[in-house]
């Protein structure tokens, strides 16, 4: 594994009172690069570049060749907690379903916060068959102590400009 960049800004309630927004300061094509990231703060939006989802989870399928170009899986998670409670989330990566790894985070938060992060954590070509497709999944579990306000998730890719101009020559 490589680096694993986490940020905590969860104490820094003074962000939001200045009017701080999350699209400010985190950029689709500067947060999700090829090591893992983490970051806690204060607020209740997700950045704009995210696709909400009301569900706990995603899942996807993806061709051997699209997963070579796969930089990770973006996803946040807007969550509150009652005052006073330890908060436990964690998310679970699997293909194919085979667990592939889990991390988790514990907060004693009483107001909105934020937990945006950029996983990678799928393995690798191995766990191709042999019609070269696989199946993923990221699950999201909260303890009952947690207040699940809204979930947003990504795919995000390397540059795909290539393959637009293969796609064009062969029409």
């Known amino acids: ?9 969860s104490m820094c309630q003074e962000l939001v009172r200045n009017g ?3 699209n400010d300061l985190f950029k ?3 947060f999700c690069t090829k090591s893992p990231s983490n970051v806690h703060l204060p607020g209740g939006e997700m950045p704009e570049w995210l696709v909400p989802n009301n569900e706990s989870h995603i899942s996807f399928m993806a061709s051997k ?3 070579e170009k796969f930089i990770g899986l973006a996803f946040c998670v807007v969550f509150r907690g009652n005052e006073g409670q330890m908060l436990k989330m964690e998310a679970q990566t699997s293909v194919n379903g085979k667990f592939k790894g889990a991390f988790g985070f514990h907060y004693q938060v009483n107001s909105d916060h934020v937990q945006l ?12 068959g042999s019609n070269d497709w696989s199946h993923f999944q990221l699950i999201i579990r909260a303890s009952r102590h947690v207040i699940v306000k809204k979930c947003g998730f990504r795919l995000i890719f390397e540059p795909l400009e290539n393959d637009l101009e293969i796609l064009l020559q062969h029409n």
């Open 1 to 9: 594994m490589g680096h694993y960049c986490t940020i905590d800004l």
């Open 20 to 22: 701080f927004s999350i």
């Open 28 to 30: 689709l094509e500067r």
């Open 65 to 67: 060749d699209l997963f």
């Open 117 to 128: 992060c950029c996983s990678n954590y799928w393995g690798g070509m191995d766990d191709f």
